[in-house]
């Protein structure tokens, strides 16, 4: 196909500004611009956050984010659409937001900024704080995000192993185990991080059976997606002391809705599913865009296709 149109889908509003990539993008030997939903008909190719029906339409698809669980992989075959994802721009910054929970629980940083709303001078038990140098981080999933989350919790002195579909090595990893051997991967572990995407074989992976096989002092991290966790068994294990805490960027329900427990939690930490948010996110995307433009015109296969 050729490509004369270019939307950008008005829902990336919820991650960056539309316009910023538009004009990041504005160099293009085609016509760009920001789109909403009536628009998406007369594109041939659109960037988007959210999934709609009218995409089937269109020729390409980008995704900007790295999940794409959401999209309808079938119907995107039956209809010759073609759909990219944004994988590999994420792992530094989500490795950071990771490094960020465990510096928080180890000097009890999220404590001081509770007790600063309530003008409260505090001080913690002379045992509470610890240091990351010396302890291990379990990581379940050693792509992108997996190896980020590994990079920088080394920096720190972090000992990392992975979890992955075979226990072949990744560079990063202290020690990688097979998702078969999950229960056994996790018993050590101070800290056990999801990053893995949402797929039939994912969902609900982490179950009541991995927390009971958690250590009681353990701390569990979710960036990856939210139905990856059983949430029920989750919040079982944290009302009963079962695990120490957790830090969640990633929900079954987002937003997560006000009645759920979590956001009461001592130890639990919440973030609204913004651990790879930064300023560089556009420009990311756009370099992605680019790149398959380029390689639309030369006849190769697009960078980062999915279907
Ligand atoms: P990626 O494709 O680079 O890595 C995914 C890894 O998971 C791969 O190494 C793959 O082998 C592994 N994997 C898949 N199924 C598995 C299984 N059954 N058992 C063990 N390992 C398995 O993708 P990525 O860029 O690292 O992103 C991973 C996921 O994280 C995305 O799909 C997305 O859902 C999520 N994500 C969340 C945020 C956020 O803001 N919280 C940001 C980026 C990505």
Redesign the pocket.
């Known amino acids: 196909f050729e490509l004369e149109r270019l939307g950008v889908h008005d829902s990336v509003e919820a991650v960056f500004p539309p316009s910023e990539l538009a004009d990041f993008l504005a160099d293009l030997p085609l016509e760009v611009g920001v789109i909403g939903d009536d628009e998406i008909a007369a594109c041939d190719a659109v960037v988007t956050l959210e999934y709609r029906e009218a995409f089937l339409e269109v020729d390409w698809v980008h995704s900007i984010?790295?999940?794409?669980?959401r999209f309808p992989f079938d119907e995107f075959e039956a209809d010759d659409v073609v759909l990219t994802?944004?994988?590999?721009?994420?792992?530094r910054?989500?490795g950071e937001t990771v490094a960020g929970y465990l510096l928080s629980f180890a000097r009890r940083l999220h404590d001081h900024v509770a007790n600063q709303q309530e003008r409260r001078w505090d001080q913690p038990e002379w045992d509470e704080g610890f240091t990351l140098s010396g302890t291990t981080a379990c990581v379940?999933?050693?792509?992108?995000?997996?190896?980020?989350v590994a990079e920088v919790l080394g920096s720190l002195g972090v000992r990392v192993t992975g979890?992955?579909?075979s226990a072949a090595p990744v560079p990063g990893f202290e020690e990688v185990y097979a998702?078969e051997d999950l229960l056994e991967a996790v018993a050590d572990a101070d800290f056990v991080i999801v990053?893995?995407?949402?797929?039939d074989?994912?969902r609900h992976?982490v179950d009541a059976d991995v927390f009971e096989a958690m250590r009681g002092d353990a701390y569990f991290v979710n960036?990856?997606?939210g139905p990856v966790v059983d949430e029920a068994a989750l919040i079982d294990a944290l009302e009963s002391g079962t695990i120490e805490g957790a830090a969640l960027?990633?929900f079954e329900t987002e937003p997560l809705p006000e009645e759920s427990p979590l956001w009461e939690l001592d130890e639990v930490i919440v973030t609204p599913?913004?651990?790879?948010?930064t300023e560089d996110y556009f420009r990311a995307i756009g370099d992605i865009v680019h790149e398959n433009v380029s390689r639309l015109e030369s006849g190769e296969e697009f960078y980062n296709r999915v279907v």
Do not use: K, Y
């Not at 379940?140 to 980020?148: I, K």
């Not at 599913?273 to 948010?277: E, P």
């Open positions: 984010q790295a999940g794409v669980d994802n944004s994988t590999g721009i994420h792992d910054w989500v379940l999933g050693t792509g992108t995000l997996g190896s980020g979890v992955r579909r998702t990053t893995l995407p949402l797929t074989e994912t992976l960036v990856g997606r960027d990633v599913h913004c651990a790879a948010f």
